[in-house]
């Protein structure tokens, strides 16, 4: 049952993404379920929430999805005026920053390290129990970690910190 409910949101979240509703895409997006499934099943199975659980944290998702993509392009543009800044040596400040998360469960550890990596500027280097440790280009980009990401990813998966 729980491996149907995440094929068919699964394949939603393809439908909506893609855009494209012929028949070639809606069989890719078949077949993509299917592999994801395939080689991605054990960590679906993990635990077991409810139908209920699942679609809200989908949509909590969703949703956070959205606010990344904005902190992408704002990072981006932070970082592409360190590019042509005038005296880049002196706004370069590359460091590694370990911190602490109260976040449990891997899957979202695992959202929030990949969140921290999509966001240009920062990556993810380890992970070690809860403690994270990110490579940061500067001072800016340090500060804010980890910030109203983790909060955010914390606000998804309330389920895995009981």
Not at 55 to 77: D, H, P, R, S
Not at 87 to 106: H, M, R, S, W
Request: aromatic share 12%; glycine share 8%; charged share 15%.
């Amino acid at each position: 049952m729980n491996h149907m409910v995440t094929a068919i949101l699964l394949f939603f979240v393809w439908l909506v993404w893609s855009g494209m509703f012929d028949l070639f895409h809606v069989t890719l997006g078949v077949i993509s379920v299917g592999i994801v499934l395939l080689w991605m099943g054990p960590l679906t199975t993990v635990k077991r929430p409810s139908v209920r659980i699942l679609i809200k944290e989908w949509l909590c998702f969703e949703w956070y999805t959205v606010w990344l993509m904005g902190q992408v392009v704002l990072a981006n543009i932070d970082v592409f005026k360190l590019a042509f800044h005038t005296d880049l040596c002196a706004v370069l400040n590359p460091q590694y920053i370990t911190f602490t998360t109260g976040i449990k469960g891997e899957v979202p550890q695992f959202v929030l390290a990949q969140s921290i990596t999509l966001t240009p500027g920062t990556i993810t280097r380890d992970i070690v129990g809860n403690q994270f440790t990110v490579y940061a280009i500067n001072d800016a980009a340090a500060g804010g970690l980890p910030g109203q990401m983790e909060q955010k990813v914390r606000a998804i998966y309330r389920e895995y910190e009981s």
